[in-house]
């Protein structure tokens, strides 16, 4: 343990002096151009590099190479300032970037959990319970959240449904006509074509004709998007089992 610690000392150490050095390089370098951004007149008054009066005799003083003001500020070039505004620029910028990524991580929280949420009603659900969970849903702007529709089945060779549970489409149609603001998407996968073209066309087909049982019910075809997903290569598991899932958009 002993030998460990001291071989990461030899290692630290040499590090920590380079580090040193590179500080005091650089410092040094700020000094010098500091100095030369400036220069004191015969009257003791702080001129640029253009001869135009930065501060007047007894308003500045040299202090540790660097002038600064009777506030003890530093005196600073056009271009110091410059950089100061956009390093705040981008301190501000970060912010709203990160406060945006946390609003978008809670958001993405909330739709997972809903859609535990909503897998886990599927097993044993009715046209009320479907009707309540979407009502939900609406009302809470749950964007993103995926509800499955596992009972509907399509005929492996075309886009005909075989079955589907009545519960799952009169509960959210009449959960949509109570929201007449809220909407949808409808996204089928499939993997039962014979290529990716053909398996995102038939899909597609599926897709429209979930919609439209769902607009028989009486619900506004703007309220309902619909889309072909196919066989993506991400969503392979989905596509093998037809999957049906209505995504909530607002």
């Given at each position: ?7 990461q ?41 253009k001869?135009?009066?930065?501060k ?61 949420k909503?897998?886990t ?18 009302n ?60 995102k ?22 309220q ?27």
């Amino acid at each position: 343990m002993i030998k460990k610690t001291i071989k990461q000392l030899s290692l630290f150490i040499p590090l920590a002096l380079i580090a040193v050095l590179i500080l005091g390089c650089s410092s040094d370098v700020d000094m010098q151009k500091q100095q030369k951004a400036f220069y004191v007149d015969a009257s003791g008054n702080l001129l640029n590099k253009k001869g135009v009066m930065v501060k007047k005799a007894g308003e500045f003083k040299l202090e540790g190479g660097y002038y600064v003001d009777n506030k003890g500020q530093y005196i600073q070039r056009k271009i110091d300032k410059t950089k100061d505004k956009i390093n705040s620029t981008v301190d501000n910028t970060k912010d709203k970037i990160n406060s945006t990524v946390d609003k978008t991580k809670g958001k993405m929280k909330i739709a997972t959990a809903n859609t535990k949420k909503a897998m886990t009603l599927a097993a044993n659900r009715t046209t009320e319970s479907v009707k309540s969970n979407f009502n939900e849903l609406f009302n809470t702007k749950a964007v993103g959240t995926i509800y499955p529709m596992t009972e509907i089945k399509f005929d492996p060779k075309s886009h005909r449904i075989t079955n589907f549970k009545k519960e799952d489409i009169e509960g959210m149609a009449a959960s949509l006509k109570e929201n007449p603001g809220s909407r949808i998407q409808v996204q089928v996968y499939t993997a039962d074509a014979k290529s990716r073209g053909e398996n995102k066309k038939i899909s597609n087909l599926r897709a429209e004709l979930v919609k439209n049982m769902l607009v028989t019910l009486g619900v506004k075809e703007d309220q309902i998007s619909f889309k072909g997903m196919g066989l993506p290569t991400e969503d392979a598991a989905k596509a093998v089992n037809n999957a049906v899932e209505v995504v909530v958009e607002g």
